[in-house]
């Protein structure tokens, strides 16, 4: 619907009420999709449960291409414990090593990320069963067609694509639509969905969690550093 012609109910192009836009418009979208989940960090963005054993002497694992942040990870069965977040100062500083200058083997008890792995502080000594949950960047609509924003958030996924849509069309804040009104509702729109997201975990304890840009003790074990 979003990439239809003009006169289509649903599609930019009747929004915008401009057929010149059509050709652009996959695009238009994956822009408005990315601008969301640059900002926004759901429940629903939240994988299941991903399990996996690490490599003795492998001091990282892989992260996804589809990870945007992560939430928790913690080693499994017999040596259960949570591999707490830090900052790549602190999990660095925290590296240990024999008389030879060899990193020490042993259990590892924190991580940063950086563009492609899990560090942690210590190469595992043992190949540990862990789980890890993390937010994941939903499949763009081009290729998914429907997911959790044109579901539950309609206007939130409208307003992004105005406000993309009137950039392409160059409106500055007083043209015919005027992106700085939609810039407006889309933002608003994101501290709603991001508002409801939070109050969903108001019964959990521990932790920390962002709620209107503020600090909230709820989501267990991860405490952003900032």
């Known amino acids: 619907m979003l990439t239809s012609a003009k006169g289509t109910p649903g599609a930019i192009a009747t929004w915008v009420n401009d057929s010149r836009i059509q050709p652009d418009t996959p695009e238009i979208v994956l822009e408005a999709e990315s601008w969301i989940y640059r900002r926004l960090r759901h429940w629903k963005m939240l994988t299941n449960p991903i399990a996996g054993n690490l490599t003795i002497g492998v001091p990282s694992i892989p992260i996804p291409a589809d990870h945007l942040e992560p939430f928790f990870i913690t080693l499994t069965g017999q040596f259960q414990a949570p591999i707490l977040q830090k900052t790549p100062q602190e999990v660095i500083l925290n590296w240990q090593y024999d008389g030879q200058g060899n990193r020490v083997n042993q259990q590892p008890l924190m991580f940063y990320f950086d563009q492609s792995t899990y560090q942690f502080d210590s190469p595992p000594d043992m190949a540990y069963a862990y789980v890890t949950v993390y937010f994941q960047q939903p499949v763009p609509l081009i290729i998914s067609i429907s997911n959790f924003l044109t579901q539950t958030y309609p206007r939130l996924m409208r307003c992004a694509c105005m406000a993309a849509a009137t950039e ?19 933002m608003d729109e994101i501290e709603k969905a991001q508002a409801e997201s939070d109050r969903a975990h108001r019964g959990t304890t521990g932790g920390a969690v962002l709620i209107g840009g503020g600090i909230s003790t709820n989501w267990p074990y991860i405490t952003p550093n900032y």
């Open 168 to 186: 392409w069309m160059k409106d500055s804040g007083q043209g015919q639509f005027d992106r700085t009104y939609w810039d407006q509702l889309a």
